[in-house]
């Protein structure tokens, strides 16, 4: 009877210990930084799609304006690096926070990478994904405030046990062809951007002093 209650006693724990929840996101620093407006540079491009950074960078600025943030317009910003000769992404990051603050007045600013963007086509089924990771960064002091990664993918509900071989070909490649005719890597981009910012995912952004949630927040 002790054995069984002991064997009865470690499978709870085991089944409790699985179960549990991963540590959630330190925001301390966010909390401490209390940024009002944020700077978004243009993402860098790991993937082969030339398209992939403008279309990323479109994608960003609702999810983090519905968070409650003073957003700066991108077209404005790329205007503005432009004018003093700066125009890659990458030329753009190398820029120091310091400058950063001192051209625009940001409290932070936004620093993405894609590491992948667009439809593959792989024999029996044809995928379109985007994947970003991003972190923000006090402009104030060049302190890391928060970091995140997202992914998403039009295959997600996808369901090919119906039709064969042959069908499951034919979907595939008929879907390469729409994805690629229609940019459905802008759309998929959208969903990465608001899995990767919104305050209402999981160790997303916190809510900023724009949005409703923001006293809410401040009293957890």
Known sequence: MKRLFLLTGVVLTLLLTGCAKKASYDYTAFKESKPRSILVLPPV???????ASHSMLSTVT????????????????????KQNGITGA???????????????????????????????????SS???????AKLVDLRNG????????????????????????GILVQAAVKQISSTISDK????????S??????????GLLYGPRSPNYAKQAMR
């Open 45 to 51: 491009n790991h993937s082969p799609d030339v398209n």
């Open 62 to 81: 609702a999810p983090l304006a519905e968070d409650g943030f003073y957003v700066f317009p991108v077209a404005v910003v790329e205007e503005t690096f």
């Open 90 to 124: 990458e030329d753009i990051r190398a820029v120091s926070a310091a400058k950063l603050r001192e051209i625009f007045g940001a409290d932070a600013a936004l620093y993405i990478d894609i590491t992948r963007y667009g439809s593959t086509y792989m024999v029996v």
């Open 127 to 133: 995928e379109t994904r985007v994947t970003a990771n």
């Open 143 to 166: 302190k890391v405030l928060w970091t995140g990664n997202a992914t998403a993918s039009d295959s997600e509900n996808d369901n090919n046990n119906n039709g064969g071989i042959i």
């Open 185 to 192: 890597g802008h759309d998929i981009a959208g969903l990465t």
């Open 194 to 203: 608001d899995r990767l910012l919104s305050a209402s995912q999981t160790d």
